[in-house]
């Protein structure tokens, strides 16, 4: 129901406000009135209107103080109590990777051996005309420690490279005849033993179980940036953007970051970018070390825009529990006398951290294991001590499956600021989990002692492929549900809780992970990430209010509308 203030006011709904083409006056102004704002302010967490000028909020309160600022003249919209958010940052997502495996072949995930190679003659039988098989998914947990091996392909089919991601995407298993097209042969060195490797039979042989960034790089050999990978790019954008996510951070390509980011400015400069794009710059092999800050800066220089910023280093510095490659201060009870590897050392982070404030070049790390975190967290320490003061930059360490207990306090102390994924929090205690690492199992992705603590933490999709993209796996509002339940989805209330049940994160602090602090973590708090005067005018107006349906029910959260820099470019009341 619109509200009639006087005969002066013109009232339209958010479609005759906007018309058809999206483009809103500099002078123009919109009163969002009768509204449930959570603002992601804390100072001013809640209110009832909100006025926006042009690309810019200017005025966050009741509804008599916005009409009165707005005046005679202005646009009305009567929101009808419903749920207003900031515009949502996804602070950790891969859209070229999930663009580039939009004709992955897929197969059920299942643990029985013999099912599983049934699985995958049907799957090379029913794509007889494909040059390259590649696809997935295969569980780590069927193979014994020495994973897969290239045998077992080899009886199906002799001809045609089979590449097989298993579930995590962290390893792939090949056939010979992927390995002799990739050049992998008995000479060819592991990129960093014990971490990315390609794993040898008996004789010495590649057995075609390749791990970590040795299997991001071999899988380059197979796939490319084609426009049709571009049109996936932008379809699964445009899906984030209309469920109200207007930025994100991309976490990296592992390798085809260059023509990644090509494309991504080609669909810049066409007008075909849907929200505000950060990017990264993949440093996941020890060999790009002394380069890589020069290639953030290259890759920004040529492809950077407004909308489109390269302004990060991402290190990929442990692999994950799963294929025992997460840097633990434990041995992997499955694998006695492995506890993992990082990638880099303290003294090599501390003196890359060092360069990296110098050229004002955000971090964001990928960390797994207990140890990978403990050994950033000290070359931070170590980087406080030399410049007698924190870092000129962002600096983010995400996943953080394992922490000591005597490591969360670090992350207020140092400003370090803590990535999670809130839709894996439904699944801690994993059989391959358990089999790894034991009791661990039931105490991993822990945000409550960071959240506790009062220090930055963030939430993410981050997914890799369209299978995420089609199971809803990067839907915020999917996120929030699990990481409020500790629960998967599918089961409603019924379903196992992943322990600790204490782990449950509330709902405002949800929000706030998706909208301000994720906004500062990208170093644009500033204009973005709360409804606040003087910010881009950024309104995600929902069906329902997340904050008082069902806990079960979040997931059904859909915005009817979203606004993007005062303009209307999804949805409508």
């Known amino acids: 129901m619109m509200k009639i203030i006087n005969k002066q006011i013109i009232i339209l709904g958010i479609i005759g406000i906007f018309g058809a083409v999206n483009t809103v006056a500099e002078d123009a102004v919109t009163v969002f009135t009768n509204g449930t ?34 005046g005679a003249g202005a646009r009305i919209v009567d929101l009808g109590g419903k749920l207003v958010l900031p515009g949502l940052v996804d602070a950790h997502t891969h859209p070229g990777l999930v663009g580039i495996s939009h004709d992955l072949l897929e197969m059920e995930l299942v643990q029985d051996k013999e099912i599983l190679m049934q699985n995958i003659a049907n799957m090379i039988a029913a794509n007889p005309d494909r040059e390259v098989l590649l696809g997935g998914y295969w569980d780590n947990g069927t193979f014994a ?70 299997a991001s790089l071999f899988v380059n050999n197979f796939q490319s940036i084609t426009p049709a990978v571009e049109d996936q ?4 954008l445009t899906y984030l953007r209309n469920l109200g996510v207007t930025t994100l951070l991309d976490a990296g390509n592992f390798g085809i970051d260059d023509e990644t980011y090509a494309a991504l400015s080609r669909l810049d400069k066409a007008g075909r970018l849907p929200l505000r794009y950060h990017a990264t710059f993949t440093l996941f092999v020890p060999s790009d070390y002394e380069t890589a800050i020069d290639q953030v800066k290259e890759m920004n220089a040529k492809y950077g825009s407004d909308r489109l910023r390269i302004d990060t280093l991402k290190i990929f510095h442990d692999g994950v529990i799963e294929t025992r490659t997460a840097d633990m201060f434990d041995d992997y009870l499955d694998t006695p006398g492995n506890s993992g590897e990082s990638l880099f050392s303290e003294a090599q982070l501390h003196d890359l951290i060092i360069d990296l404030s ?11 294991g207990d140890k990978s975190t403990n050994k950033l967290l000290n070359a931070i320490e170590r980087v406080h001590e030399t410049l007698g003061g924190p870092p000129a930059i962002r600096i983010a360490i995400c996943h953080l499956e394992t922490v000591l207990d005597t490591d969360f306090y670090r992350f207020k102390d140092l400003g370090v600021i803590a990535s999670f994924t809130p839709a894996w929090h ?19 992705m822990r945000a409550q002692p960071i959240i506790a603590d009062d220090a930055v933490f963030t939430f993410s999709s981050d997914i890799t492929t369209t299978h995420g993209w089609r199971d809803e796996a990067a839907n915020p509002y999917h996120g929030m549900q699990i990481g409020h339940n500790r629960q998967p989805v599918e089961g409603g209330p019924d379903a196992r809780y992943a322990r600790p049940r204490s782990e449950r994160i509330r709902l405002d602090a949800l929000v706030d992970g998706y909208t301000i602090n994720g906004a500062y973590q990208l170093g644009r708090s500033h204009e973005l990430g709360s409804i606040e005067v003087g910010k881009q005018a950024d ?31 999804h949805g409508e009341l």
Do not use: C
Not at 359 to 367: A, K
């Open 539 to 569: 309104l995600v107006i929902l069906n329902q209010n997340l904050f008082e349906v069902n806990r079960y029910d979040i997931h059904k959260t859909k915005p009817v509308a979203v606004i993007m820099d005062g303009e209307l470019v």
């Open 233 to 236: 790019i932008v379809g699964f």
């Open 37 to 70: 704002i959570y603002t992601s302010n804390a100072q001013a967490p809640w209110a009832d209107s909100v006025v926006v000028k042009g690309d810019k909020i200017a005025f966050v309160g009741t509804d008599a103080g916005a009409l009165t600022f707005a």
């Open 426 to 444: 439904g699944n801690v205690g994993d059989h391959n989990v358990y089999a790894a690492i034991g009791d661990k199992a039931w105490s991993q």
């Open 145 to 214: 420690e020495t994973g897969p091996h290239k045998a077992d392909l080899d009886r199906i089919e002799a001809q045609r490279p089979v590449i097989l991601y298993d579930y995590w995407g962290h390893t792939v298993w090949v056939n010979s005849r992927a390995l002799e097209i990739a050049g992998i042969d008995r000479q060819t060195p592991d990129i960093v033993p014990g971490f990315a490797f390609y794993q040898r039979d008996e004789s010495g042989e590649p057995s075609g179980w390749i791990t970590e960034s040795a």
């Open 358 to 368: 110098k050229e004002g070049i955000n971090l964001h790390v990928h960390s797994v």
